[in-house]
């Protein structure tokens, strides 16, 4: 324990370290193709290889997408592009591949239910998390579709959490006779600090060294976290008024110094609970958004309304790794227990054409920040799987 007081205590070094050792990129050719390569990057992984999944390109394949949007009854408005009339498709049309030797293993939505039979997946965390967590429904059940599933509330409304089980017998191929059970529940748990907001007579206070919330995660046997989209929000959706740290309370602070004591916080929870079982747990990468045209090449004043390509360059992102990334990888590194790094964030850069922008109903009207379904997190959801199933070296 006193090492990992140690390595926490040296943050600051460490994340200064992690930052100049950021993402570098090479060419990897092919088609459309944008590709980078990771120099010095450490993924606090289960097991170590030789090969880097979130390393690669992005090609076009006109086998894609891997299922039809409208058939899946697990979407939220404000991801269902096609559902409001998005025109263009090419976004629906890449595959992400993995430099060699690695190689993008087929995703199996009938043998992930057999893996998971009896488990409970849990996603925890923003909409970002909502957004894979929806893409993965679909994805099953695409898989499976005469599985039979119950939806927990019938609503589908998220307070503070939502379930759908895929729970009861279906035939098997082989034999109209055989059956297979899956009993498999996949749940979404919101939160957007992942430690506590709690009111009190002064108003709402994020608590960063408090995460009482987190008992309703025990139990789950895959637990897939994600923050950092809400940390700098400021004004009234700012869903909490005061920050107390250490009995001392405060108006605001360095949101990045803020969330990095949350973060660490989040670790010794999972250390202190988590260490001596078996729960798989993964960490998903920082989401990026496309409002800043100059981050990608283009105008300051350009936004990822009416893109339809992802970024067509060979060359690392223009508008360089987003630094919260280096906080997190330093405290995974610093933890007892594994935690899997989902290391989206660069092949999510390069996706300026895969937001709703206004194809979401008029949710949010111009939309840069979540990405559509079908779309780009089922490339998130493939690299999950590959990891769960070992295919990843």
Not at 164 to 169: D, I, K, P
Not at 190 to 208: E, N, S
Not at 235 to 246: F, K, L, M, R, V
Not at 372 to 389: M, R, V
Request: aromatic letters at 10%; one cysteine or more.
């Amino acid at each position: 324990m006193g090492i990992l007081m140690t390595r926490r205590a040296a943050i600051s070094a460490a994340i200064v370290a992690a930052l100049l050792a950021a993402c570098t990129a090479a060419a990897a050719a092919a088609a459309i193709t944008i590709s980078r390569k990771h120099q010095h990057q450490q993924r606090h992984k289960p097991a170590s290889g030789s090969c880097d999944m979130f390393a690669g390109a992005w090609v076009a394949d006109e086998s894609y997408p891997l299922y039809d949007s409208a058939r899946c009854p697990f979407i939220r408005s404000e991801f269902d592009c096609r559902r409001f009339d998005r025109p263009d498709t090419g976004y629906l049309r890449y595959r992400w591949q993995p430099s060699p030797p690695c190689s993008l293993p087929r995703f199996d939505g009938a043998a992930l239910l057999r893996m998971w039979s009896g488990k409970k997946v849990m996603f925890v965390g923003d909409s970002l998390a909502l957004n894979q967590y929806e893409s993965l429904l679909c994805m099953i059940h695409a898989a499976v579709p005469d599985a039979v599933t119950t939806v927990s509330p019938r609503s589908g409304k998220i307070d503070p959490s939502t379930t759908v089980a895929f729970e009861l017998t279906v035939p098997t191929v082989s034999s109209a006779a055989s059956m297979q059970e899956y009993n498999v529940t996949l749940v979404y748990y919101l939160t957007h600090y992942l430690v506590d907001i709690v009111t009190q007579k002064a108003g709402r206070v994020l608590k960063l060294d408090e995460i009482d919330q987190a008992q309703n995660w025990l139990g789950a046997d895959v637990l897939v976290f994600d923050s950092w989209h809400w940390w700098p929000r400021t004004g009234p959706t700012q869903p909490w008024d005061y920050i107390e740290e250490g009995g001392k309370v405060m108006k605001d602070m360095d949101r990045t110094v803020a969330f990095t004591k949350a973060l660490n916080t989040w670790a010794r929870w999972v250390d202190d609970n988590l260490v001596h079982t078996t729960t798989k747990v993964f960490f998903q990468g920082i989401s990026p958004s496309h409002y800043k045209g100059q981050e990608w090449g283009a105008s300051a004043k350009k936004t990822c309304m009416g893109e339809t390509e992802p970024l067509n360059s060979t060359g690392p992102y223009p508008g360089g790794p987003i630094p919260q990334q280096a906080i997190i990888r330093t405290v995974l590194a610093g933890m007892a227990k594994p935690v899997y790094l989902l290391d989206f964030t660069f092949l999510s850069q390069l996706r300026k054409d895969a937001h709703p922008t206004k194809y979401d109903g008029g949710i949010f009207g111009q939309d840069c920040t979540h990405w559509c379904i079908a779309g780009l997190p089922d490339t998130w959801n493939i690299l999950f799987y590959a990891a769960l199933t070992g295919q990843d070296q």
